[in-house]
Nanobody
């Protein structure tokens, strides 16, 4: 069955970096776009980044542009989210999702990984 498993979250100081990974199984990763969402306590879930199936197109929400980079390795069935210059407002549970395209609704969700940015 389709599975998305996130890893790489943790506690980091402001200005620090983390790299999240999303390991995909049960489907051919190369056929799908993958997005990252996040949800902070008391806030609505928001889309953070998305990468097209080929990796040729990427999209970011304004608050993370220039700090986050989404990439994929279809041979390893893994999508990454490199997060630099982290801020306390980046604290959230981060989820990876499978989409047909970056403009489609999310079809499958991972279980999420906690990212906490605090001194």
């Amino acid at each position: 069955q389709v599975q998305l498993v996130e890893s790489g979250g943790g506690l980091v100081q402001p200005g620090g970096s983390l790299r999240l990974s999303c390991a995909a199984s049960g489907f051919t990763l190369a056929y799908y776009a993958i997005g990252w969402f996040r949800q902070a306590p008391g806030k609505e879930r928001e889309g953070v980044a998305c990468i097209s199936s080929s990796g040729s197109s990427t999209y970011y929400t304004d608050s993370v542009k220039g700090r986050f980079t989404i990439s994929r390795d279809n041979a390893k069935n893994t999508v990454y989210l490199q997060m630099n210059n982290l801020k306390p407002e980046d604290t959230a549970v981060y989820y990876c999702v499978r989409k047909t395209t970056c403009w489609s609704v999310a079809e499958y969700w991972g279980q999420g990984t906690q990212v906490t940015v605090s001194s």
